[in-house]
T-cell receptor
Framework: GAGVSQTPSNKVTEKGKYVELRCDPI?????LYWYRQSLGQGPEFLIY????????DSGLPNDRFFAVRPEGSVSTLKIQRTERGDSAVYLC???????????FGEGSRLTVL | AQSVTQLDSQVPVFEEAPVELRCNYS??????LFWYVQYPNQGLQLLLK??????LVESINGFEAEFNKSQTSFHLRKPSVHISDTAEYFC??????????FGTGTRLKVLA
């Protein structure tokens, strides 16, 4: 596709459940990012991939959060044992060149009841 | 460590009036600077960017921002706003590595 695609756009789940959020970046973009945006806040860095490897996962809040990018394209953010505090919009972005701009998807809104 | 400060959380302004949204950053190295806009229920879209060269950069819809190294600022301005400019605006900084740090955003509300 022409832009960054994220699915699902909305996800409602119950506390304690497992959730997967998918990101399909722009073709050819080797760098991929996950951010989390809570209400009234700016995007908060979670994890950065260069190719297939997670080059920096220092923003992941705890070990319930994990992300993969097995073939260097599509990425999946996985959240185990969801908590109400995980409710937020999860944004994915990709980038072509170092120093260039990030291209964002429309986000996946996660609501944990 | 890099950081971005957007002091104004909300800015109300009347249509056709000028507006300035403030952004200050801290970084010990050269930076790339960005302004993103987020319309309701949409993702972030790049509005304009400073990478190098002229310190004044412009967008296609009339916004401009000026990189001021001595004041570590990258304020966004528009001489005459429209209702359609109502959105949230985020300033971001990158040192040219992979780190992109975002401010907390400024909600611009254009009033008729």
């Amino acid at each position: 596709g022409a832009g960054v695609s994220q699915t699902p756009s909305n996800k409602v789940t119950e506390k304690g459940k497992y959730v997967e959020l998918r990101c399909d970046p722009i073709s050819g973009h080797t760098a991929l990012y996950w951010y989390r945006q809570s209400l009234g806040q700016g995007p908060e860095f979670l994890i950065y991939f260069q190719g297939t490897g997670a080059a920096d996962d220092s923003g992941l809040p705890n070990d319930r959060f994990f992300a993969v990018r097995p073939e260097g394209s599509v990425s999946t953010l996985k959240i185990q044992r969801t908590e109400r505090g995980d409710s937020a919009v999860y944004l994915c972005a990709s980038r072509l060149d170092r120093g260039g701009e990030l291209f964002f998807g429309e986000g996946s809104r996660l609501t944990v009841l | 460590a890099q950081s971005v400060t957007q002091l104004d959380s909300q800015v109300p302004v009347f249509e056709e009036a000028p507006v300035e949204l403030r952004c200050n950053y801290s970084s010990s190295v050269s930076v790339y600077l960005f302004w993103y806009v987020q319309y309701p229920n949409q993702g972030l879209q790049l509005l304009l960017k400073y990478l190098s060269g002229s310190t004044l950069v412009e967008s296609i819809n009339g916004f401009e921002a000026e990189f001021n190294k001595s004041q570590t600022s990258f304020h966004l301005r528009k001489p005459s706003v429209h209702i359609s400019d109502t959105a949230e605006y985020f300033c971001a900084v990158s040192s040219g590595t992979y780190k992109y740090i975002f401010g907390t955003g400024t909600r611009l509300k254009v009033l008729a």
